[in-house]
């Protein structure tokens, strides 16, 4: 199991020098003078060229490829912003917690309402609680995050003074986002585990276990419902990597000064330095969920522990 790990951790490197290649690249060919981003229209002709030889933005694309790479994997620099001149590497440890923060609870909220919904359209299929359940997953793949998230603010804090709007402060700013940034994630899990479950619930030791009296919550529960958790890990991983970058809108809605809305203003500035550290960090953070969902698959079948052990 170690073994795996440590493969694992090694086929890492590869993957984010590739997002570092990729995202160096198309940050390369975007139009705009870093020059005049970091001086502004004002600058003489003169300032603009010392400014774009002290940063070697005259050499060859991939000595600067390799000078960045230099920097950003072997000296750790993650460099300076271009817009505020701020520590990169500052600016994301201090937002960085703020969307884990927001992504954990759009995921437990997920994963409470959505396994649940998921359970009880199985079980009861082609019943009214099946199309019920169905009906409620479509409703939250339709809605769009943005959308829902206006009308909770104008609910809550608006109508009713009972949540705060925006900003960041204790746990009560993160209720209305974690709110309007869940649906997609619970209709996700409620028809994955739907799916999952019918698989399952028509094996042979489903019945065996039901012939020999075991009741019905416990043949659901700790028969059923554990041998149909692979697919549905895999969705709790994928959905939660996509949130680390994904909620930028929430937190722009919101006000929450996380990495996403971090990313989204480098954008729009075109302070690139901030938008391909982000992107690095984001392929990082992104396969190591991956690792973990591995790891969980572990944890949850003995079958596949065994298989890493055979694989030492």
């Known amino acids: 199991m170690h073994k795996y790990i440590v493969k694992r951790l090694l086929w890492m490197i590869p993957i984010i020098l590739g997002a570092a290649v990729l995202v160096f690249t198309l940050m390369y060919f975007c139009p705009g003078d870093p020059a005049e981003i ?22 060859p694309f991939l000595i600067r490829l390799g000078r960045f790479l230099k920097d950003t994997f072997i000296r750790f620099d993650l460099g300076r912003s271009w817009i505020t ?5 500052d600016s994301i440890a201090e937002r ?4 884990m923060l927001l992504a954990i609870a759009i995921m437990l909220l997920s994963v409470v309402i959505g396994i649940p919904l998921g359970v009880v359209a199985a079980t009861h299929q082609n019943r009214w609680q099946d199309n019920l359940c169905m009906a409620l997953a479509l409703l939250g793949v339709s809605v769009p995050s943005f959308w829902l998230a206006m009308l909770l603010v104008i609910l809550f804090s608006i109508k009713l003074n009972l949540l705060p709007p925006m900003g960041i402060g204790g746990l009560q700013y993160y209720i209305l986002p974690a709110l309007a940034g ?4 619970i209709a996700a899990l409620a028809r994955q585990t739907r799916s999952s479950m019918l698989d399952v619930i028509r094996s042979d030791y489903i019945t065996t276990a039901r012939s020999k009296g075991v009741s019905e919550q416990k043949v659901i529960i700790r028969h059923a419902l ?3 958790l692979i697919p549905i890990i895999t969705i ?3 959905q939660f990597g996509r949130l680390l970058g994904g909620t930028m809108i929430l937190e722009t809605i919101f006000g929450i000064p996380g990495l996403g809305s971090y990313i989204v203003t480098a954008v729009n500035n075109r302070d690139y330095p901030v938008v391909m550290i982000g992107s690095i960090v984001l392929a990082a953070m992104f396969s190591l969920c991956m690792l973990g969902v591995d790891l969980v698959y572990a944890a949850v079948d003995p079958r596949i522990k065994a298989q890493y052990a055979k694989k030492r």
Request: aromatic residues 0%.
């Open 182 to 185: 869940c649906t997609g994630g």
């Open 96 to 99: 960085l917690p703020r969307t």
């Open 85 to 89: 001149n701020l520590s990169i590497a």
């Open 236 to 238: 709790i991983g994928t």
């Open 38 to 59: 970091i001086l502004g229209a004002g600058a003489s002709d003169a300032e603009m060229e010392h400014l774009r030889i002290s940063l070697g933005l005259n050499d």
């Open 226 to 228: 554990k041998n149909a």
